[in-house]
Every structure is written in C-alpha cells, then in structure tokens.
C-alpha cells in the first residue's frame, strides 16, 4: 500500500483493509504500508506515481495495481487477485 498521511483516500482504504484481512480468505496475504512521500525510493522502484495505490505481487509476479479504491467490495476484489 503506498499511502500519504494526508490522503483522504488512504485514510479510509486503511481500515477496511485491515478488516478484509482479518478473513479467512487472506490468511497468508501480508501488507507493507509504504509512505509515499518519505520512501520514494520504493515508489520508484514500483513505477508508483501516486498515493492511495496498491500493488499486488505473488513472488516477484506483479499481480495488479490499483489506485484510490475505498469500498469493501472493490478491495475484496483486487485482493482476491493475488490468491
């Protein structure tokens, strides 16, 4: 998750990650929350060129990338993509 500390976007994607995460149907999908601003050197290496975003790998795979989802179903849907 590339995050900034003032994203609106972020502080609502958060919460509702943690919750989808805490099923059974994720068990095993970790999460790095990676702060957009103070680590660009991450968000170079991912070709990340804003916050809110996520990126799904499996391995070194790039599964999916996403920016600015918020809603319950939409995140159940990009998570389920790295499974």
Not at 16 to 33: A, D, M, N, S, Y
Request: proline share 2%; with cysteine.
């Amino acid at each position: 998750v590339f995050s900034k500390s003032d994203c609106p976007n972020c502080t609502l994607q958060a919460p509702t990650l943690e919750r989808l995460l805490k099923e059974v149907e994720f068990k095993g999908i970790e999460v790095f929350q990676i702060d957009f601003v103070n680590q660009k050197d991450l968000a170079a290496r991912f070709n990340m060129n804003a916050w809110s975003a996520l990126i799904g790998m499996k391995g070194a795979d790039l599964r999916y990338r996403s920016v600015g989802l918020t809603k319950h179903a939409d995140l159940r849907s990009e998570l389920r993509r790295i499974l």
